[in-house]
């Protein structure tokens, strides 16, 4: 009969150091990722628990028939499960690269939207730039007009200021001889009907003095009146007051 401590090729003198140090070694010879099986596993690592706890010459039971196709089955079936394991690895590789790729592309078209929303932008900027720009220039031509509005306005002034004051003179002559001719006119037949009747009353209580001097009085003129011309920008304002 095999006992633990055969199995682990270990003493009953030996240290727990040296038990451990079997127990290594031996776990690393029969490791199923070392072409080892989990069976082998599972016996080196019961003859250490029962080494440690003083049951090192105790029989070994090993296992049946049935339980060795068992533990290798569970191997196969673990080891399928490993494969699978891997293909599900480097299937979440290649997932993770298509990821990146697809934002990627994403990132592309987001820049691409960006882009062509940049350019219609730009593209009205340019437009009201140019509005702006045409504006500038008509008010810069309407600046540009001004000295010229006003040499013409000083020319319209001066010939208006000219002719209508040749005009005003005109009109207060005329005035004033029309209304010494009337005033003459009038005076003339009021005298003579007055005449007339004096003579028909005999003209004994006329006073004669008094009659001649009003005869021989003189129309008073109308007082001269100046024109004066106020220009202010394009429209021509006219003030007209009396000389005083």
């Not at 350019?119 to 000295?147: F, H, M, T, Y």
């Not at 005009?167 to 005329?174: C, K, L, M, W």
């Not at 003459?184 to 003095?209: C, D, H, M, P």
């Not at 005869?215 to 001269?224: A, F, I, Y």
Request: glycine letters at 4%; one cysteine or more.
């Amino acid at each position: 009969m095999t006992t633990f401590n055969q199995l682990l090729g270990t003493t009953s003198n030996d240290s727990s150091l040296t038990i451990k140090q079997r127990y290594k070694l031996l776990s690393t010879r029969v490791h199923p990722d070392k072409e080892g099986s989990k069976v082998l596993m599972q016996l080196v690592h019961q003859a250490y628990e029962k080494i440690s706890i003083g049951k090192g010459e105790h029989q070994l039971i090993l296992p049946t028939s049935a339980s060795f196709k068992k533990c290798e089955a569970l191997g196969r079936k673990l080891q399928q499960v490993k494969n699978e394991r891997n293909e599900l690895v480097l299937l979440n590789k290649l997932l993770k690269v298509k990821l990146y790729q697809t934002q990627n592309s994403l990132n592309t078209k987001e820049d691409f939207v960006i882009n062509a929303d940049f350019i219609k932008k730009v593209a009205q900027l340019e437009g009201e730039n140019l509005l702006l720009k045409n504006a500038r220039d008509q008010l810069l031509s309407q600046i540009g007009a001004i000295p010229a509005e006003k040499k013409l306005t000083g020319e319209i002034r001066s010939v208006l200021s000219e002719s209508d004051v040749l005009a005003t003179e005109r009109v207060r002559n005329s005035d004033s001889k029309s209304t010494g001719t009337l005033l003459y006119t009038r005076k003339f037949w009021l005298s003579a009907v007055s005449v007339i009747g004096i003579i028909t009353i005999e003209g004994k209580q006329v006073n004669w003095r008094l009659f001649l001097g009003w005869l021989s009085e003189m129309p008073s003129e109308p007082s001269p009146s100046v024109v004066r011309f106020k220009t202010v920008e394009s429209n021509i304002n006219i003030d007209e007051k009396p000389l005083s």
